[in-house]
């Protein structure tokens, strides 16, 4: 068992980076995210680990900072939060297009534009559809505690290198902002230079050898045939994620006839309405989609079979909800529930809104 | 007349000047004059002398010399448009015993990657900056560029460049000069043998100060673009000669080491 | 006295006929040939090969670096 400590969703983050051994992290300040880089600057791994922290003039600086990173085979990352990775994603797509693996979190607030700085899940479709210009995917994992703030550090770098694509935790104010008991992580050391050649040595920048071609990081080639064959090269590589790394949980969905969807922090509100639902007589479940993308899909049609209806309940206009319909293919109703623009919504409204659609409003 | 035939002259061991080992055998796509390929061997010649092939990193951009990585046989990273001093930032803080340089040119450096230049500059970081400025935008066709002259006819402003329409020329190498983290400025061209060995020097010193870890080192090279100025290259080298060094004077800016003021250590002090 | 002379190789088909080796030459040795290489580019030649002492200034700002030089003291 690791060490047990009350921290903030926040500064987990940092303390997770610094254990997981990563190498760099490279940020701007911006509500309600800024304690990771306060906390990775108070502790100074630079000292310890030898991390390299650094507050970027941008979050444009800081997403191309992670590219020239994660080009020599490190383990880099970012945090930011709606606007801030908005400004980031031109980067995201060169990333992706290179396949260089990092590390983003998102913990997200109300928009559009400047928006609020209170919580929000309205960065959906940027975080699961591309975000950015070109055919590409990230891997997106949704945290709903400060656990799995945690835990998404190590797990986003894995499956990073695993696929060699950016991972990004998509969070949102709530998890970020809130305290919670947590089992942080043992320290793990950085890679060293011989892992990093033995991991990523067919690809990184790390200096040509004599005994192999020069390397480049680039997401750019002229011949439009070639450029159709790596995005073939992608296209394969997110099929494999969408078969192996699709993640999610759920909660008494054994006898349910109706079916809850929710990530993040509103899942989370969606247990407690999943709660009084059931006191209530209804049989309600709830699936918690923890990659958001790849998208538990699969699951979510099977459960068509079993359920009349589903709601989709997230901090948005409704945005997860047209996977949730993509998945049902039309076969029950699904509906979509949320407050957004920074206002979340209560376990009670929950409730409402599913007899509202579902019950005829009883 | 000597009494010595071409054919005796022409042998291996008579060999005196030839391609860096550094060069790869691409044939470069840039147009017939272009300073990009004289620049491109110097640096490749700095790199072969200096023995650092395996420990260097360049950084390409976005403009005509996106395909930098085609010519020198080193590993490279290509940048986002304007960002390549961000990249470099981080490869240089991440192994800070490599070698690590941008090749930017003047649409990617002194426009869109101001910020990027700056800060990177600002921060003092231990790398060598490339900047190849031909005071327009040449892979897109001849656009108006930052640093395109007073009355100087471009696409994007086919009349010549006018101040209260456009703006002024930016003398980006000169606000770099003023940065406490850079140790050194210079202002170079590639046009004549004695320029181009000048340069080489230059950039010789702007890789070695990254051992000596000292600040930034930021290497202007006034250079031509033929196509985009719609001259010859003879003529390109002669126009600049005029037109250019008048507005942008070759020489060193700063030389931190050298004034014996590593004006940046005054102020951690 | 010892005197030196030069020559240089210039590889034909990847020259551009730019002409920056023309000027560059302190002894007006090289010219641009009348004929023209695969590309069309009318390409360098010692047109006074006598006059060329290997300075390799040519050779220096050839932006294509396609040109070989050679010395020797005779």
């Given at each position: 068992?690791?060490?047990l400590?009350?921290?903030?969703g926040?500064?987990v983050?940092?303390?997770?980076a610094?254990?997981?051994g990563a190498?760099?992290y490279?940020?701007?300040p911006?509500?309600?995210q800024?304690?990771?880089m306060?906390?990775?600057m108070?502790?100074?791994p630079?000292?310890?680990t030898g991390m390299?922290?650094?507050?970027?003039?941008?979050?444009?600086?800081s997403?191309?900072?992670?590219?020239?990173g994660?080009?020599?085979?490190k383990?880099?990352?970012t945090s930011?939060?709606s606007?801030?990775?908005?400004?980031m994603?031109?980067?995201?797509?060169?990333?992706?297009?290179?396949?260089?693996?990092?590390?983003?979190?998102?913990?997200?607030?109300?928009?559009?534009g400047l928006?609020?700085?209170?919580?929000?899940?309205?960065?959906?479709?940027?975080?699961?559809?591309?975000g950015?210009?070109g055919?590409?995917?990230?891997?997106?994992?949704?945290?709903?505690?400060?656990?799995e703030?945690?835990?998404?550090?190590?797990l986003g770098?894995?499956?990073?290198?695993?696929y060699r694509?950016?991972s990004?935790i998509l969070?949102d104010?709530?998890i970020g902002?809130?305290?919670?008991?947590v089992?942080?992580?043992?320290?793990?050391?950085?890679w060293?230079?011989?892992?990093?050649?033995?991991i990523?040595?067919s690809?990184?920048?790390?200096g040509?050898?004599?005994n192999?071609?020069?390397?480049?990081?680039?997401?750019?080639?002229?011949q439009?045939?070639?450029?159709?064959?790596?995005?073939h090269?992608?296209?394969?590589?997110y099929?494999?994620i969408?078969k192996?790394?699709?993640?999610?949980?759920?909660?008494?969905?054994?006898?349910?006839?109706?079916?809850?969807v929710?990530?993040?922090?509103?899942?989370?509100?969606c247990?407690?309405?999943?709660?009084?639902?059931?006191?209530?007589?209804?049989?309600?479940?709830?699936?918690r989609?923890?990659?958001?993308?790849p998208?538990?899909?699969q699951?979510?049609?099977?459960?068509?079979n079993?359920?009349k209806g589903?709601?989709?309940?997230?901090?948005s206009?409704?945005?997860?909800?047209?996977?949730?319909?993509?998945a049902?293919?039309?076969?029950?109703?699904?509906?979509?529930?949320?407050?957004y623009?920074?206002?979340v919504?209560s376990?009670?409204?929950?409730?409402?809104?599913?007899?509202?659609?579902f019950?005829?409003?009883? | 007349?000597?009494?010595?035939?071409?054919k005796?002259?022409?042998k291996?061991e008579?060999?005196?000047?030839?391609k860096?080992?550094?060069l790869?055998?691409?044939?470069?796509?840039?147009c017939p004059?272009?300073?990009?390929?004289t620049s491109?061997?110097l640096v490749?010649?700095?790199?072969?002398?200096?023995?650092?092939?395996?420990k260097?990193?360049?950084?390409s951009?976005?403009?005509c010399?996106v395909?930098?990585?085609n010519?020198?046989?080193?590993?490279?990273?290509?940048?986002?448009?304007?960002?390549a001093?961000a990249?470099?930032?981080?490869?240089?803080?991440?192994?800070?015993?490599?070698?690590?340089?941008?090749?930017?040119?003047d649409?990617?450096?002194?426009?869109i990657?101001?910020?990027?230049?700056l800060?990177?500059?600002?921060?003092g970081?231990?790398?060598?900056?490339?900047?190849?400025n031909?005071?327009?935008?040449?892979?897109?066709?001849?656009?108006?560029?930052?640093?395109?002259?007073?009355?100087m006819?471009t696409?994007?402003s086919?009349?010549?460049?006018?101040?209260?329409l456009?703006?002024f020329?930016l003398?980006?190498?000169?606000?770099?000069?003023?940065?406490?983290?850079v140790?050194?400025?210079?202002?170079q061209?590639?046009?004549?043998?004695?320029a181009?060995r000048?340069?080489k020097k230059?950039?010789?010193?702007?890789f070695?100060?990254?051992?000596?870890?000292?600040?930034t080192s930021?290497?202007?090279i006034?250079s031509?673009?033929?196509s985009g100025?719609?001259l010859?290259?003879?003529?390109s080298?002669?126009?600049?000669?005029?037109?250019?060094?008048?507005?942008?004077?070759?020489g060193?800016?700063?030389d931190?080491?050298?004034?014996?003021e590593?004006d940046?250590?005054?102020?951690?002090? | 006295?010892?005197?030196?002379r030069?020559?240089?190789?210039?590889?034909?088909?990847k020259?551009?006929g730019?002409g920056?080796?023309v000027?560059?030459c302190?002894?007006?040795?090289?010219q641009?040939?009348?004929q023209v290489?695969?590309?069309?580019?009318?390409?360098?030649?010692?047109e006074?090969?006598?006059?060329?002492t290997?300075?390799?200034?040519c050779?220096?700002?050839c932006?294509d670096?396609?040109?070989?030089?050679?010395r020797?003291?005779?």
């Amino acid at each position: 068992m690791g060490e047990l400590k009350l921290m903030k969703g926040n500064e987990v983050i940092a303390e997770a980076a610094i254990r997981y051994g990563a190498d760099g992290y490279f940020g701007y300040p911006i509500t309600p995210q800024s304690e990771i880089m306060e906390t990775l600057m108070a502790q100074k791994p630079w000292e310890t680990t030898g991390m390299v922290v650094l507050q970027a003039e941008s979050e444009v600086a800081s997403i191309n900072m992670l590219y020239g990173g994660a080009a020599c085979g490190k383990r880099v990352m970012t945090s930011s939060s709606s606007p801030g990775l908005s400004l980031m994603l031109e980067g995201v797509s060169y990333l992706a297009g290179a396949e260089l693996p990092c590390l983003l979190v998102n913990v997200v607030r109300g928009g559009p534009g400047l928006g609020t700085i209170q919580p929000s899940q309205a960065d959906y479709f940027q975080a699961t559809k591309g975000g950015g210009h070109g055919d590409y995917q990230i891997i997106v994992l949704a945290p709903a505690s400060v656990q799995e703030m945690n835990d998404f550090v190590g797990l986003g770098f894995d499956l990073a290198f695993k696929y060699r694509i950016p991972s990004l935790i998509l969070s949102d104010g709530v998890i970020g902002q809130m305290m919670e008991k947590v089992e942080v992580s043992d320290y793990k050391p950085r890679w060293t230079d011989e892992e990093i050649q033995k991991i990523s040595g067919s690809w990184a920048t790390t200096g040509k050898t004599k005994n192999r071609e020069r390397h480049i990081a680039t997401s750019l080639d002229l011949q439009a045939e070639k450029m159709e064959e790596h995005n073939h090269k992608l296209q394969a590589k997110y099929r494999e994620i969408e078969k192996n790394e699709v993640r999610y949980e759920e909660f008494q969905t054994d006898d349910a006839e109706y079916l809850l969807v929710a990530y993040g922090s509103s899942a989370r509100i969606c247990q407690k309405s999943v709660t009084l639902l059931r006191q209530k007589g209804i049989k309600v479940g709830l699936l918690r989609p923890i990659t958001v993308w790849p998208f538990p899909s699969q699951r979510i049609a099977e459960l068509a079979n079993q359920v009349k209806g589903m709601l989709a309940v997230e901090m948005s206009a409704g945005q997860m909800v047209m996977d949730v319909k993509l998945a049902v293919n039309g076969k029950i109703p699904v509906s979509h529930f949320g407050r957004y623009g920074g206002v979340v919504h209560s376990p009670g409204e929950v409730v409402e809104a599913f007899e509202k659609q579902f019950l005829g409003g009883k | 007349m000597a009494d010595i035939e071409i054919k005796d002259i022409i042998k291996k061991e008579n060999l005196v000047y030839s391609k860096s080992k550094i060069l790869t055998d691409n044939e470069m796509h840039y147009c017939p004059g272009c300073s990009h390929g004289t620049s491109h061997k110097l640096v490749a010649e700095v790199i072969e002398e200096m023995g650092i092939q395996e420990k260097t990193i360049g950084i390409s951009p976005v403009g005509c010399s996106v395909l930098a990585y085609n010519y020198l046989d080193i590993d490279w990273q290509q940048a986002a448009h304007g960002r390549a001093p961000a990249l470099a930032t981080a490869a240089k803080r991440l192994m800070p015993d490599h070698f690590v340089f941008t090749y930017q040119g003047d649409g990617d450096l002194a426009s869109i990657g101001t910020a990027e230049i700056l800060h990177a500059c600002n921060r003092g970081e231990n790398i060598t900056v490339i900047f190849v400025n031909n005071a327009i935008y040449g892979m897109t066709g001849g656009q108006m560029a930052p640093t395109t002259l007073i009355g100087m006819p471009t696409a994007t402003s086919p009349y010549g460049r006018e101040a209260a329409l456009h703006g002024f020329p930016l003398k980006i190498t000169e606000l770099i000069a003023q940065l406490p983290g850079v140790a050194y400025v210079t202002r170079q061209s590639v046009h004549t043998p004695a320029a181009a060995r000048k340069a080489k020097k230059a950039i010789r010193k702007g890789f070695e100060n990254q051992e000596k870890k000292i600040g930034t080192s930021f290497i202007e090279i006034v250079s031509t673009c033929s196509s985009g100025w719609k001259l010859s290259p003879v003529a390109s080298n002669q126009w600049m000669e005029e037109h250019m060094f008048k507005f942008y004077p070759l020489g060193d800016l700063k030389d931190a080491e050298r004034d014996n003021e590593a004006d940046y250590k005054k102020y951690i002090e | 006295m010892a005197k030196v002379r030069g020559a240089i190789v210039v590889d034909i088909e990847k020259c551009k006929g730019c002409g920056v080796c023309v000027t560059a030459c302190p002894t007006n040795v090289i010219q641009l040939a009348k004929q023209v290489n695969g590309k069309g580019y009318n390409y360098a030649y010692m047109e006074n090969p006598e006059a060329c002492t290997g300075c390799a200034n040519c050779a220096l700002v050839c932006p294509d670096t396609v040109i070989e030089v050679y010395r020797v003291k005779v």
